[in-house]
């Protein structure tokens, strides 16, 4: 039972979708404004823009001083620097929700479309539509715009992958560093000493130099006691000598 309710809901909803999508945008009531009034500020501001030359429209812009008509005028200025002669009006989009009305006025160049964009906002104190925001945009083919979200996505892909490589390279130097400390780091005294091998060499040098103080002083007492006893100095033999 539940499922076949929630199925006449979901054909329910269908249907008004449909029957909206089918409403005629001239018989709708965007809040008070009838469609010929919406109409006619699109076409009306498009028709004086496009008729003016370069040094005119920069005179208007310096003289405006409405911000929103500035900003159409300068939105106009550099949208349709470079597309050539104007060629007419196309379609005309309007569209309602949530007390707002979007109006997209469509203009014909050689190389390309372009879309003069109204935002229209129903003012609860004033009891009517008011323009909020206005601006002038190229017109892209689908390819133009899978296109450009390609490039999007790989720029934003290669920064990706670019970030990682970075953050690789840092961790590695965190290996080279402490060789790199190591290598300016100076040698203590203490460290030396401790590092010098102990050569086991000089001990026979040693033993050398007191083997022949003992013989020099062998002779020096050989010959005292001989010249006190009157004796030759190789008349007898010392056996030991005990130092103290």
């Not at 003016?52 to 208007?60: I, K, R």
């Not at 008509?69 to 005309?92: C, F, H, I, P």
Request: hydrophobic share 45%; charged share 20%.
């Amino acid at each position: 039972m539940k499922k076949k309710i929630s199925l006449l809901l979901c054909l329910m909803f269908a249907l008004l979708t449909f029957s909206a999508c089918g409403e005629d945008p001239t018989t709708v009531d965007y809040y008070g404004t009838g469609y010929d009034t919406l109409k006619e500020v699109a076409e009306s501001n498009v028709g004086q823009l496009s008729v003016m030359s370069d040094d005119e429209l920069e005179a208007v812009a310096a003289n405006m001083t409405n911000e929103l008509m500035l900003k159409l005028v300068r939105s106009w200025q550099t949208t349709t620097a470079d597309l050539g002669v104007y060629q007419g009006l196309g379609e005309l989009v309007v569209n309602k929700a949530n007390g707002t009305v979007t109006v997209d006025q469509y203009v014909e160049y050689p190389d390309r479309e372009i879309v003069v964009s109204y935002v229209w906002e129903y003012d609860y104190t004033e009891e009517m539509l008011l323009i909020t925001d206005i601006n002038v945009d190229l017109v892209y083919t689908l390819g133009e715009k899978m296109t450009k979200a390609g490039l999007n996505t790989l720029m934003g892909m290669g920064t990706v992958f670019a970030v990682l490589i970075l953050i690789s390279l840092i961790i590695y130097c965190f290996r080279i560093i402490p060789y790199i400390q190591g290598l300016g780091k100076k040698k203590t005294p203490q460290e030396e000493k401790e590092k010098t091998p102990v050569s086991s060499a000089p001990a026979p040098v040693a033993a050398k130099e007191v083997m022949t103080d003992d013989l020099e002083l062998i002779a020096v007492i050989s010959a005292a006691i001989a010249a006190e006893e009157g004796v030759p100095a190789d008349s007898f033999v010392v056996r030991s000598i005990h130092r103290r």
